[in-house]
């Protein structure tokens, strides 16, 4: 089982950027599919995006296209989420969590929290 650790979240103005990172640790990602999600105060999980490791191919919810980039690196089997224009209503607790092709998401980090302020 892959262990997921997330970092790098914070408190940035409307418009600014952060880059939130995420560790896995136990097995490398090779197979993979990661994906963040986000959660914010009183409302249902949400899809932000996912990158299938393999192919580095990635896939982004219409919220955040354009303003939010996945990548990975492969020596630090790191998965990151670079999120810039940030709007108020990006403010979450965001996750990463992995599965394997033709199955959920079943593995997940602790999460980290992003706030925008005005």
């Known amino acids: 089982q892959v262990q997921l650790v997330e970092s790098g979240g914070g408190l940035v103005q409307s418009g600014g950027s952060l880059r939130l990172s995420c560790a896995a640790s136990g097995r490398t990602f090779s197979r993979d599919y990661a994906g963040w999600f986000r959660q914010a105060p009183g409302k249902e999980r949400e899809f932000v995006g996912h990158?299938?490791?393999?192919?580095?191919?990635?896939v982004y919810a219409d919220s955040v296209k354009g303003r939010f980039t996945i990548s990975g690196d492969n020596a630090k089997n790191t998965v990151y989420l670079q999120m810039n224009g940030l709007k108020l209503e990006d403010t979450a607790v965001y996750y990463c969590?992995?599965?394997?092709?033709?199955?959920?998401?079943?593995?997940w980090g602790q999460g980290t929290q992003v706030t925008v302020s005005s």
């Open positions: 990158i299938r490791w393999s192919s580095r191919t990635t």
């Open positions: 969590a992995t599965r394997t092709p033709g199955s959920t998401y079943d593995n």
